[in-house]
């Protein structure tokens, strides 16, 4: 297979820049091979289903295991991988668990021989970078098994995106040195009835993507003041990271306790990697491969124009399995307004990354002014036109990507754009009505009691009351908001009870103007987060699972198991997905039983029971010998209908998946708990091969 060339790692921005000369032959570099994945067209139609209230797989998101067993690159497409970098002179330095990423270290001399291609070194506005003079060139058999390359420029540095108020306070608030406290936070943007409900995040895990360490005694102190509880942390250390604050400290401090504001309770996980190409993928791909937080705050980005399009497509992969586990990214739009980009000692119309992404809810900034009594007022875009020596405009980060189609669920009025348009939402982020923060470390003028702004901030905002909403919607047995875009645009589509969305119609963010509807400025507007919820919980055609433990992954957790045999059912048989399954049968006349009990809602428009059945070749009489049922029944046990019974010699045809419209059956039931039971009985045969494997079992409601 004849060699080719990977496209994508040519940066614009150097179009015009001529080499200072070649790097050097010496200097190390951290390489990142970024695996393909497969079946890509078949995950698209998953995260289409998933999207799609109609669908039996709504909001049924994968877990890891069960993506990298589907989607993720093979053992042998790693090995193929490994084999050429070491060939070629590379080191091996790791191997992400879910194959996505093999990261290599070597020298800029065993880059150019193995990729024929030459580093030069740049000056690029106060850097001096290096980037390759074309695109590497690698054998077919390797292109055929990755996406790209990373790692061969070091010109996108990633950059936090929080603001210092400098000026008087223009509306003081009652934070030590001025600022918005949690309290006063939560009326502006309607999140106290959640909060006094007990809706503090409890019970969710907030995911922080950081390029910094942070003083634990600095977000200790800060919840102190406000009241808000011991934080529940732990941290997660990237490619030989640690959490000894830098020069960016403020960042994941300004994160910590914003988040802490708005969702207190919530445990937070702080993902602290290097600030370099690999250690910024490894980080991201870390949060997904773990998927222990449902939502993730950015509040690091670079200009578009600084990344190549090979490396954005990497965080375009690693954010599409995020999503199909139903991971909600809240990343920062940026602090330049409209103009992310410098080029030529100019200011340039571009959008930031990663809240460009797709898969990514990109987070805008306003500036928000509350009454006397702390309720909302009236917001408007943010942007400061400043002047003087070495100071420039700010404003929140909006426009369009020039990488990034707009994706399908960016629809509505305003949304016609070619491209993906940034940013979906937005909350305040202008230090001169910024939030109170507690740091002590980096170079602060003024240390301590700070007020901080920025779209950091907002996105943290945004990342704490999901949380909220999070921990309100499954106390309701209700789907979270899972990978959140989609229902974001949903909820700005669709009539609601309830604005979930002030529209901001003010301002502009340097350049692009706010209208009613979604802007360039401020996306679909601000959050009224008491209205999100009761707007989400009472949508029309909204889901909701019933059943517990569904794919028995948490063992026997939440079913009632009952064999003749004394045999333990629910194991790791044969599973259809993941590790556990329920197993029946197999003895002589057997008699196996699982149940579980639920409380059906009030209001429904139609219940759906939903199972994978496996059945082993039983008796081969013609006549029905070894049965399987799945039987309704009431909350004492007694029978309301058998929805199906299956034969030992008859349904013998691997796994099938079965589904049963019992709106009618249960209509009478409303209200009340009832059984969803699966029995199976074998004949008195010496030695039966009769059994049953039963798993991924759904009964779920479609509301009114």
């Known amino acids: 297979m004849a060699s080719q060339r990977l496209p994508g790692h040519i940066i614009s921005l150097l179009d015009s820049v001529q080499p200072l000369g070649p790097a050097s032959s010496k200097m190390s570099l951290q390489l990142t091979f970024a695996l393909k994945l497969r079946n890509e067209p078949a995950l698209n139609t998953l995260l289409a289903a998933q999207n799609d209230s109609t669908s039996p797989l709504y909001h049924r998101y994968l877990t890891p295991q069960e993506f990298n067993a589907r989607f993720a690159p093979t053992q042998a497409s790693v090995n193929t991988v490994v084999a050429y970098a070491r060939q070629q002179g590379f080191q091996v330095t790791s191997i992400a668990p879910n194959h996505m990423l093999v990261d290599v270290a070597g020298t800029v001399a065993t880059a150019e021989h193995a990729f024929a291609l030459t580093l030069n070194n740049y000056q690029f506005q106060s850097r001096i970078v290096y980037a390759p003079n ?77 390029l910094d360490g942070y003083k634990p005694a600095d977000i200790a102190t800060y919840r102190q003041n406000y009241h808000l509880g011991t ?46 190409t690999t250690g910024i993928d490894d980080t991201y791909n870390r949060i997904v491969a773990d998927d222990v937080a449902k939502v993730i705050s950015i509040s690091w980005g670079e200009c578009e124009l600084s990344l190549t399009s090979a490396r954005m497509d990497i965080l375009n992969t690693i954010f599409k399995q995020g ?21 030529n000692a100019s200011q340039t119309l571009a959008v930031d990354s990663p809240a460009n992404n797709p898969y990514v809810v990109g987070v805008g900034g306003t500036t928000l002014l509350t009454n006397p009594n702390g309720t909302y007022r ?45 940013p979906d939402v937005s909350a305040n982020a202008d230090p001169e009505t910024g939030y109170s923060i507690y740091h002590t470390g980096g170079s602060l003028p003024t240390p301590n009691w700070v007020v901080l702004g920025g779209t950091s901030a907002a996105a943290s905002l945004w990342a704490g009351i999901t949380a909220d909403v ?35 119609t003010t301002g502009t963010n340097l350049y692009y103007q706010t209208r009613p509807g979604y802007d360039l400025a401020t996306g679909l507007g601000t959050p009224d987060v008491w209205n999100i919820a009761r707007d989400l919980e009472s949508s029309s055609g909204l889901t909701t699972l019933l059943l517990q433990n569904m794919g028995f992954e948490s063992g026997s957790v939440a079913w009632q198991e009952h064999s003749n045999g004394g045999y333990k059912l629910i194991g790791t048989f044969n599973p259809h997905s993941g590790k556990y399954s329920a197993y029946f049968c197999n003895y002589a006349n057997c008699h196996d039983t699982i149940a579980q009990a639920t409380l059906l809602p009030k209001f429904i428009q139609k219940i759906t029971l939903s199972y994978w059945v496996y059945i082993g070749q039983g008796d081969t009489s013609t006549t029905c010998q070894d049965n399987f049922q799945a039987i309704l029944r009431t909350e004492k046990g007694g029978p309301i209908t058998t929805v199906q019974k299956l034969c030992g010699n008859t349904n013998t ?46 009964l779920y409601v479609t509301h009114h």
């Open 470 to 504: 999070n921990q309100f919607l499954l106390s309701r047995h209700i789907f979270p908001l899972g990978s959140a875009s989609v229902t974001l645009y949903q909820l700005y589509n669709t009539p609601q009870i309830y604005p979930p969305y002030h529209d901001i």
């Open 231 to 276: 934080l529940k942390v732990a941290n997660v250390l990237v490619d030989g990271a640690s959490n000894t604050p830098g020069p960016y400290a403020i960042e994941p401090t300004l994160d910590m306790e914003v988040i802490s504001a708005m969702a207190p309770g919530a445990t937070q996980k702080v993902y602290i990697g290097p600030n370099t």
């Open 653 to 698: 045809n691997g796994w099938v998946q079965y589904s049963f419209d019992v709106t009618n059956t249960l209509a009478k039931y409303t209200g009340q708990t009832i059984q969803v039971s699966f029995e199976a009985t074998g004949t008195s045969g010496p030695r039966s091969n009769f059994f049953v494997d039963l798993d991924d079992v759904t």
């Open 134 to 210: 074309d695109n590497p060139l690698i054998p077919g058999a390797i292109a055929a098994e990755i996406e790209t390359i990373s790692g061969l420029n070091n010109v996108g540095l990633y950059h936090p995106a929080n603001l210092q108020s400098k000026l008087k306070q223009l509306y003081p608030h009652k934070g030590p040195k001025g600022g918005f406290t949690p309290d006063e936070l939560r009326s502006a943007y309607d999140a106290k009835p959640l909060l006094t409900a007990g809706m503090d995040g409890t019970g969710q895990t907030i995911g922080l993507f950081e």
């Open 323 to 343: 999503a199909a586990q139903g991971q909600a990214f809240f990343a920062a739009s940026g602090n330049l307004g409209a103009y992310d980009c410098t080029v």
């Open 378 to 422: 009236s917001e408007s875009a943010w942007s400061n036109h400043l002047t003087g020596q070495n100071q420039t405009a700010v404003g929140g980060g909006g426009g369009q990507s020039i990488h990034f189609l707009r994706p399908p669920y960016q629809s509505g009025p305003n949304l016609t754009d070619q491209y993906r348009m940034v």
